[in-house]
């Protein structure tokens, strides 16, 4: 018989299947105290919470039997994920128990904005009979731009095909092909811009979304184009988009997220008529709740019954004996990752790994989820960890093929990572040396020596006398300092790549004029 130990207010109808299950035991014990849990969570094979519950080392420490520990809802800040995977216990959340919930107040805020339904109800119950002010706008015929085609942003583009709109799609792993089967016109963020009436945005903070929509952005769009974010604030600048309001190149924007929350109550969102905010209400409905926990509940029934499960958050145990030998090479393959897809200005519709020399022989398993974590992390941030990378890989339709040689040219152990797009195929290599550490060793085609970390500047060039003194005299005249240099060539004067590591970012100026050098093909700025 196993034991679920439910510790906060979760929803009866969404833990009914454990309940049910007549090899379950249920126990619902909330409001207690660290020392009280610590107390009787060696008795339980599970645990549920929501936010409350703060699951520490020290409850850990006492979980004899447990094995799962189930999250109804996102977020698992509020347990130690560390000290749940030394202890062997599997961490599961429930990211796709929201998805409808976001979705709809996502087109409910759009069409507020488009008929101004908050502002006419304030003047309504103040005692104005106003029916010219509030003349809005109808969603047919009409093109909405969506920014992030995961789960959420497929249904938003579900919805509004019903409501006959024209529906742009971008998204960095979204294929042509994807979008054909979604009803969706493959888009890059530039021409939703462009072309958008109503502007919708869905995907994680990153560095890469971080004011994703910013002033340059607004000053091409649309005369007139409403702006809607129930995803992360931070992903479109808000003093950015208050201006665009004001200078009449905004209609309307709703927001449900914000940089700092709760919101403060002199924000110029607050003032501004034009502007819809909401308090983060994305999975504030019945069945959402229900359904995350319902969602984590399947998952710790399937884990306490070792079947499969696919939500898990924490790192999965590895036998000691393989885990010292792959552990060195964890960070090395995480930043070969998140470079190659750092380089990749195309959907990913392939990863390639390929192992070479000594790892040959070893269960690669855990170090491929690090390689697939730091692809799939350039774009998605903290979305993607090492247990759901596969399965986020797969669902946004990225196939992951392993190969592995006795052979590894000159070096004891090589990985080398490729990613297949349709702009062609890009390959990034790395090795650890002794005394040096992780090592990239090769740029596509080209034989590089670079240390994966800080700011790099990736230059595809033609080899010609003199290209490297421009380079830095450029880079210098923008203030920007050079630490190291590599450059990787295969003939003399032909094809070449230039790698710099510089002390801080060169902005967009500095890149252009990079650019206008008649020798420079490529310039690519990358954070690792």
Known sequence: MYKVLVSDPISDMGIQQLHDAEDVQVDKITGLKEDELVEIIGNYDALLVRSQTKVTAKILEAAHRLKAIGRAGVGVDNIDLEAATKKGIVVVNAPDGNT??????????????ARMIP?????????????KTFVGVELRGKTLGVIGMGRI?????????VFGM???GYDPFLTEERAEKLGVVFASVDDIVEQADFITVHTPLTNDTRNLLDRPQFARMKKGVRIVNCARGGIINEEALVAAVEEGIVAGAAFDVFLQEPLPAD???????NIIVTPHLGASTVEAQENVAIDVSEEVLNIMRDQPYKNAVNMPPVPAVVLNKLQPFFKLGEKLGLF???????PVSDIIVSYSGELMDLDTNPLTRYVIMGVLSAHLGSEVNLVNATHLAKSRGVNVLVQKTATAANYKNLVTVTLKTKAGDLTLAGTLLAEYGERIVQVNDFPVDIAPEGTLLLISHTDKPGIIGKVGTLLGENNVNIASMQVGRKVVGGSAIMVLTIDKHADHQAQAQLEQLEEIVKVKELTL
């Open 100 to 113: 409808i919930a976001t979705a709809e107040l996502s087109f409910a805020m759009m069409m507020a904005t």
């Open 119 to 131: 502002q006419a109800y304030k003047k309504t119950i103040g005692g104005e009979w106003d029916r």
């Open 153 to 161: 942003g497929s249904e938003v583009a579900k919805r509004a095909k």
């Open 166 to 168: 024209k529906v742009l």
């Open 267 to 273: 924000h110029p969102f607050t003032q501004h008529p």
């Open 340 to 346: 190659v897809a750092r380089m990749a200005e195309a």
